[in-house]
């Protein structure tokens, strides 16, 4: 077989070698038949059985989860559950069914695909891919529906067997469950991004893996040779026995890099200089402080809060109550054993619909979002601000409000904050009445204005990944123009700088929590433009960290200041790469 390469998108790093495996979609060449009128409730009750047992699939899935399995699973598990009692997917294929008279694979096909396609209108990259969620439940559904299943052989890879790379338009995060008991080394799919809850889990199991490689089920045969660079995000089908022995070295060579790293845990984050660096954890959910505590970082730079209310419908009583989160919050600080949690207030609007069948804005990114909705939703919003304060109690917490660019909106949030606190003093509930409250910096009016927030506020956290989009005025989910994302474009390289600068020169705290801060290619221009902490992924924390204990301040400042000054793109690609050499 001649040798092919296909390019996708990285989402997990590594590097896999070894045999396909294809999963078949269970909605291909699905059936469509129209049923007669004494038939109709009959085929309503084959729908409603599927659906149910999918419910209790997914129950004995979840008791089941071994104690060692990442704390992302258990939480995805419980998402698929919620979109499956949706009224949207347990409901309205079955008046499909009476009213059109459709077969209920078809009902089932056509309400995903309706509920698909408006996904496709969310700006937003994290909820746009929700709706791989949402044909992850129809595609399990239908395989009850027509009892077949999609199952990973069982191989003991001590037998000297070629592991697997399995294959796939998609996989749900339930079915990456398999891959535990399997001789298993890598994924591909045809689709997805990389937050899509399958790249999450790929990522929290460290297995190598692309995704979005276009038509790879389809290229990819039955038991070809294939090698996953999930550095790169490319698949190499059918290798030939040169570059077969390059990848093997080069797979040595980062198992020993992974090994090496590893001893770096309780080693302190200091530069050669012997400045001191911060290196905190960004986390979805309470249960991954784990694997932050296990990187050995300094506490969590940024607690995702709108995990906790995805999967909900917008009305009042089916959002997280007070309890809930405050147990939530309380669980991560108790967690995090008298290291600091810095908890982001819900960054969720028109792009992050609670009801994934809730119409979007005609332009999401730019509209009621994050501490707009919040300041609109005063109810909503003084709920979570006491069960942040009433979880203060237990550790150390701070407040971080997302996409603030107004004096009014801080002044509105502080009053706000200020209303909670007095409501839990009248109630002689404890809370940490000096808990710090801080802003994102991820609006280019809010870094242009910062004496605003420095006057008002305790720290700041710059969030590059939205900084970058809204500066050069591009959305990074648009295949079109997602080519123009660029971290070293100048005028986010100014941003970014003088934000740091400043906040040093007025004395108060300042971290970046966005991509930047887990990208080594990127850790010493930070550190260079005076950023002294970092918040990541904590699978990225360790590398970092030997990042910062080969840098010299001394070198790099006087460096970055001159990168800084460049203007031309391949000037400044070349002087950032020199900056990893010094």
């Known amino acids: 077989m001649t040798s092919f390469t296909l390019h996708g998108i990285p989402v997990s790093r590594g590097i896999a070698i070894g045999r396909a495996h294809i999963l078949a979609p269970a909605a291909l060449d699905v059936q469509h038949y129209l049923i007669a009128d004494d038939q109709v409730e009959a085929e309503v009750a084959r729908l409603q059985c599927a659906i149910t047992a999918v419910h209790s699939e997914l129950q004995t899935i979840w008791n089941e989860l071994p104690k060692d399995a990442p704390a992302e699973l258990g939480a995805f598990i419980d998402v698929h559950a919620l979109i499956l009692s949706d009224p949207m997917i347990s409901e309205m294929p079955l008046d499909i069914i009476r009213s059109r008279n459709y077969n209920a694979e078809w009902a089932l096909v056509t309400q995903i695909e309706e509920l698909s396609a408006q996904f496709e209108e969310i700006e937003d990259t994290y909820l746009r891919e929700r709706k791989a969620d949402i044909q992850q439940v129809g595609e399990r559904v239908l395989k009850a529906l027509t009892g077949s299943a999609n199952f990973l052989p069982k191989v003991d890879a001590a037998e000297g067997v070629a592991s697997m790379i399995v294959v796939a338009h998609d996989i749900s995060p339930a079915d990456m469950l398999q891959f535990r008991d399997s001789a298993f080394s890598g994924f591909i799919t045809d689709v997805g991004g990389q937050n899509s809850h399958t790249a999450i889990v790929a990522r929290s199991l460290d297995i190598p893996a692309t995704v979005g490689v276009s038509n790879a089920s389809v290229l990819i045969e039955q038991g070809d040779w294939l090698i996953i660079d999930g550095d790169a995000g ?84 089916k959002l997280p109550s007070e309890d809930e989160q405050f147990e939530s919050y309380k669980k991560a600080v108790i967690a995090m054993k008298g290291r600091p949690v810095t ?211 001394n070198v790099l400042i006087p460096a970055t200041r001159k990168i800084t000054r460049l203007y031309e793109p391949q000037a400044i690609t070349e002087a950032v790469e020199r900056l990893r050499l010094l």
């Not at 200020?418 to 808990?435: H, M, N, V």
């Not at 910062?450 to 939205?466: A, C, E, M, Y």
């Not at 970014?496 to 991509?515: F, N, Q, R, W, Y």
């Open 234 to 317: 490319v698949v190499v089908v059918a290798p030939t026995s040169v570059v077969l022995d390059q990848y093997r070295e080069k797979q040595a060579r980062q198992i020993r890099d992974r090994k090496k790293l590893g001893k770096l845990k309780k080693t302190p984050s200091l530069t050669i200089d012997g400045t001191a660096i911060t290196l905190l954890a960004n986390i979805e959910f309470p249960d991954d402080c784990a694997h932050a505590m296990d990187a050995g970082a300094h506490g969590i730079g940024l607690f995702r809060s709108e995990f906790l209310f995805m999967g909900r419908t917008g009305h009042a009583h």
């Open 343 to 553: 908890i982001r207030t819900l960054d969720i609007g028109a792009d992050k619909p609670m009801d994934f069948a809730e119409q979007t804005a005609l332009n999401p990114a730019l509209g009621l979002r994050a501490i707009r909705l919040c300041l609109s939703e005063p109810q909503m919003f003084m709920t979570q601000l006491r069960a942040i304060l009433r979880a203060s109690a237990f550790g150390p917490i701070k407040l971080l409000v997302p996409m603030l660019a107004h004096a009014f909106e801080i002044d509105q949030t502080l009053l706000m904050i200020a209303q909670a606190k007095a409501q839990l003093r009248e109630e002689k509930i404890k809370f940490d009445p000096i808990l710090p409250i801080g802003a994102m910096i991820e609006i280019p009016a809010a870094a242009l204005t910062l004496p605003l927030f420095i006057k008002r506020l305790d720290f700041l956290s710059i969030g590059t990944n939205d900084l970058i989009q809204y500066t050069l005025a591009i959305d990074r989910v648009d295949h079109e123009v997602a080519h123009l994302y660029n971290p070293l474009h100048p005028a986010v390289l100014y941003l970014l700088s003088t934000t740091i600068a400043i906040a040093a020169k007025a004395g108060i705290e300042i971290s970046v929590c966005g991509e930047m801060a887990g990208d080594i290619q990127m850790t010493r221009l930070l550190l260079g433009m005076g950023l002294r902490e970092f918040s990541m992924h904590p699978s990225q924390l360790l590398a970092v960290k030997n990042e910062v204990l080969n840098s010299d301040l």
